[in-house]
């Protein structure tokens, strides 16, 4: 024990001075630097909103132009016009082959000529034909008189009348123009279309739908693996190396530069399986694999933030561990796992560099009709019309990005939804 | 205070014993945090742990329902029987263990769930009840044993953690007393509560004593002194001593005991 008297081991402190100027001056110097750094957050919020709104801004002022399509009053008179067709061969047998045979490109350019004078037979799009002959095909009675077809302008045209054309194409739009025959609608064929060479014909659903169903086959499989791998590794694999080894080689995993799952995916589902090539079944195989480690690494550390206080309380009344996991845990890590799973899906949606290597870069016309199909996807869209000459391509890249952008915010607003139904406080 | 009159109690061979443990050891890894302690545990009385922090008062609770299962490194020797039944035999179904054995923790821990479902979620996983209406009755008896219902009955879909802490550790005692345990073991059940929340509790295990074996665990030895009426005293791991609670606190044998109680250590 200790006897010494307690005054001789506290010596008394001279009272401290709360009012003198070192005082005042340490109390200034906290609030600046509180101010400081308050300042400091803000500008990094207002600064990456900004960056934000400027993309979005720029996108959409390039794009818009992209959902819209300037077309052309076309007048045919068909008892003096060149085709060589009639409504009862049509409606006969060899319809098809009568159809297939007739020139209707050389029509649509001869009827240009008759009606606006030489050379606007280039103002049409090198498409518009197949518009003729389509209604023909539906309705053979137009042959027998005059009819006027609404035809898509060429891209040149299309662009002027947009306001951004070269000189003789603005001088053409100006002269029909007076004539009122030209105008500008919504572009319904872009999103309902697939890839066309015509501008004036392209469209995203093709690439839209590869997308999705590219998409669906990375969450069918990503999700429930990724989500049983992160339950068994946090609530059932014992701690020894091999767990040690697994969590090094999914944190590794996940850090792989995306091309290397292209060329494991090309080699694996295409070489060895024999899997179809450029179809959203493998490209959703591909990204799967890219996926599933941050779906376990976010699970991870969901389930490792549900407090050890539930488990016990659910084992406490007898609780198996698989009710444990299903009834408690899992419930309460959904959140954190939806948030890692949109961060992967987002990042998938984007992805190019693997899908290349699995042959999702070809020209495909069609909209994928299923899983084996060939298709592509929107960011490989993108990056095919960017590559493209024809100046009409410029704001149909323009348009894909929105339509990539908004599918990315309904994926995420999506996962937000979820995730507030699931959210539970404790 | 102790309203026990028999005579004494020795460690072990009570004829009214619940649960007997013999040579019980435990270790984490290799060190050993309990060291061969038998213990009765009576059936119609209340036994209290006390000792020292990190005595291993915890540690031994946890033995009596197989909680230390879920600690990899624990290691669990000797011998503890449920009405003669080994509880650490292969035979014995830890799942069913667990709901005979039940258990109340340090810091209130309800499900964030609905006080209703709170309670019914152990009848519901052990199929205790048939019907909505049979789990209603269920859920309204456990509550009034935890004498909760008067304060939450027209609020049982409100959010189990929505409640202050006493009612929560109440709450936590009715999801418990759901699955109709013969035992409750408690851990330091009022250290996380204010004296009224904790005089409400004390005044609850008055109630149920008699009806189920109790067990609990304090540091508070006014709070041993007046809940139990049999007190064992642990330290570094072995026990020390264990008799009536009145013996306990007015003449203890051993003189360690006697320094406990007296606020010598702790
Ligand atoms: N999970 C564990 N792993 C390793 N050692 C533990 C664990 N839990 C408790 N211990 C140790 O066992 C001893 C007894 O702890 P505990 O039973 O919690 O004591 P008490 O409840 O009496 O305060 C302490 O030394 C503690 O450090
Ligand atoms: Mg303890």
């Known amino acids: 024990m200790n006897n010494e008297p307690a005054s001789d081991r506290f010596v008394d402190p001279t009272p401290t001075d709360w009012n003198s100027a070192e005082m005042q001056a340490r109390i200034r110097k906290r609030y600046a630097s509180e101010r400081r750094f308050k300042f400091l957050g803000l500008t990094a919020v207002v600064a990456s909103a900004a960056f934000l709104a400027f993309l979005l801004l720029v996108m959409l002022g390039n794009g818009i132009g992209g959902f819209s399509q300037t077309r052309i009053a076309l007048p045919i008179d068909f008892e003096t016009a060149p085709i060589g067709l009639d409504p009862d061969l049509i409606r006969s047998g060899s319809g098809e082959a009568a159809l297939a045979g007739a020139d209707f490109r050389g029509l649509v350019d001869y009827a240009a000529t008759e009606a606006y004078g030489p050379g606007a037979d280039a103002w049409f799009s090198g498409g518009a034909w197949e518009i003729v002959r389509a209604r023909i095909a539906a309705d053979p009675d137009i042959l027998l008189g005059k009819a006027t077809f609404d035809l898509p302008a060429a891209s040149d045209i299309d662009v002027a009348n947009k306001g951004d054309g070269g000189a003789v194409s603005e001088r053409a739009v100006a002269d029909l123009e007076r004539r009122g025959v030209i105008s500008k609608s919504f572009n319904s064929a872009f999103l309902t279309g697939g890839d066309a060479t015509d501008p004036a014909l392209a469209g995203i659903w093709g690439a839209l739908k590869g997308s999705l169903l590219t998409m669906a086959v990375t969450l069918a499989l990503a999700f429930p693996i990724g989500v049983l791998a992160s339950l068994y590794l946090e609530e059932y694999a014992p701690q020894n190396r091999w767990t040690d080894i697994i969590e090094v080689s999914i944190n590794n995993l996940a850090a792989v530069p995306s091309i290397i799952f292209g060329l494991l995916a090309l080699a694996v589902f295409i070489n060895f399986f024999g899997m179809p090539t450029s179809s959203p079944l493998v490209g959703g195989l591909t990204l799967a694999l890219m996926t599933m480690p941050v779906i376990v690494i976010a699970g991870r550390n969901a389930i490792k933030s549900v407090p050890p206080s539930i488990r016990d309380a659910a084992l406490g009344v007898g609780a198996s561990r698989v009710q444990v996991v299903f009834h408690h845990v899992l419930p309460l890590a959904l959140p954190g796992i939806l948030t890692g799973t949109i961060i992967g899906m987002a990042r998938a949606l984007g992805e190019t560099a693997p899908l290349l290597l699995i042959g999702m870069r070809a020209f495909i016309a069609d909209p994928p009709a299923g899983l084996s199909d060939a298709a592509t996807v929107l960011p490989m869209q993108i990056f095919l019309w960017s590559d493209e000459v024809d100046k009409g391509f410029v704001e149909k890249t323009s348009a894909a990005i929105i339509v990539l952008l908004v599918v990315l915010l309904t994926m995420n607003a999506l996962a937000v939804y979820f995730r507030n139904r699931f959210e539970k406080r404790w | ?266």
């Open chain 2, 1 to 266: 205070m102790s309203t026990d009159t028999s005579d004494a109690v020795s460690a072990t061979g009570s004829p009214n014993a619940k649960m007997t443990a013999r040579d019980v050891s435990v270790f984490y890894g290799d060190k050993q945090a309990i060291n061969s302690v038998s213990i009765d545990v009576d059936r119609d009385n209340v036994t209290a742990f006390i000792g020292p922090s990190g005595c291993g008062k915890s540690t031994f609770l946890r033995t009596l329902n197989r909680m230390n299962d879920t600690i990899p490194s624990a290691r669990v020797e000797g011998e503890i029987k449920l009405d003669g039944e080994d509880i650490y035999a292969s035979a014995m179904d830890v799942v069913q263990l667990r709901a005979r054995v039940g258990m109340v923790f340090q810091k209130p821990n309800p499900f964030p769930k609905s006080i209703y479902d709170n309670v019914a979620y152990g009848p519901k996983i052990h199929g205790l009840a048939d019907n909505k209406g049979e789990m209603d009755t269920i859920v309204e008896r456990s509550l009034k044993r935890a004498g909760l219902w008067e304060e939450v009955k027209d609020r049982l879909t409100d959010s189990g953690t929505a409640l202050s802490g006493g009612q929560q550790q109440r709450l936590c005692i009715a999801r418990a007393i759901a699955v109709d345990p013969e035992v409750i073991l408690m851990d330091e059940p009022c250290s996380a509560l204010d004296p009224i929340a904790t005089a409400k509790i004390e005044e609850l295990i008055h109630e149920l004593r008699g009806r189920y074996a109790i067990v609990i665990v304090t540091h508070n030895m006014q709070q041993a002194a007046r809940v139990s009426q049999r007190t064992a005293f642990f330290h570094l791991g072995t026990l020390v001593e264990y008799g009536l609670t009145t013996d306990i606190f007015t003449n203890p044998r051993e003189t360690r005991t006697k320094d406990y109680i007296t606020g010598r250590y702790g």
